[in-house]
């Protein structure tokens, strides 16, 4: 089984091509946003020390569960806050992912196990995955697409580009590149290649 990162900035189309990813066969798709989600919520792992980090903030409504958005505009603005949530999160659902992946190694039912997150690199997953896949687009095309379907506005898409990193630091670590600034069939005709030069045993770009 092939343990393979997505990564790409905002606005790459990482979610098109996830959705393709998911519709093959003997493949999972997971998103590391999806399973923090899961794991915040009350029983799973960050819940508790998450509550008690918390506590004064008012981020937990009357049945105890964690209010998404509520956090993300506290911590958004606040560094210190920031760092305090991702030290509890991000451990919890690195261990969670691995844990996944080795379940499926020991099935034997998978190919492909995909994962993507926002944080694929600066969390060091290049380090666990067998390969990372950048999902590019340019910057023109992703302020376009930012700008069109989640209507965000421009002083908020820069915001957001500042944050992450820059090209070349993607397309020097990872070990495929799909192009994605066009039409939407070719980077999926792109994914399907690597796909099947990965089934014929062929690795690398």
């Not at 958005?69 to 210190?80: L, P, T, Y």
């Not at 376009?144 to 957001?160: K, P």
């Not at 500042?162 to 939407?184: T, V, Y």
Request: with cysteine; hydrophobic share 40%; proline share 1%.
């Amino acid at each position: 089984m092939y343990f393979i990162g997505i990564t790409g900035g905002v606005g790459a189309g990482k979610s098109e091509i996830l959705e393709y990813l998911a519709g093959l066969e003997n493949t999972a798709v997971l998103r590391a946003d999806d399973l923090a989600k899961e794991l915040m919520e009350p029983g799973h792992a960050c819940h508790d020390r998450l509550a008690e980090a918390f506590a004064d903030d008012c981020v937990f409504d009357a049945d105890g569960r964690l209010m998404v958005e509520r956090m993300s505009r506290q911590i958004f603005g606040d560094g210190a806050k920031r760092q305090k949530a991702n030290a509890i999160i991000h451990p919890a659902v690195k261990d969670e992912i691995m844990l996944r992946v080795e379940k499926e190694r020991q099935a034997g039912r998978l190919e492909f196990f995909f994962l993507e997150a926002a944080l694929l690199l600066e969390e060091h997953y290049d380090e666990l995955c067998d390969e990372i896949w950048y999902i590019y687009a340019s910057e023109q095309t992703r302020r376009r697409r930012l700008s069109q379907s989640r209507g965000y506005t421009e002083e908020r898409i820069n915001e957001i580009l500042a944050s992450q990193l820059e090209e070349g630091e993607f397309r020097g670590r990872c070990q495929r590149i799909i192009d994605n600034d066009g039409k939407l069939w070719t980077a999926k005709e792109q994914v399907r290649g690597f796909v099947e030069r990965l089934q014929r045993g062929q690795s690398g770009k």
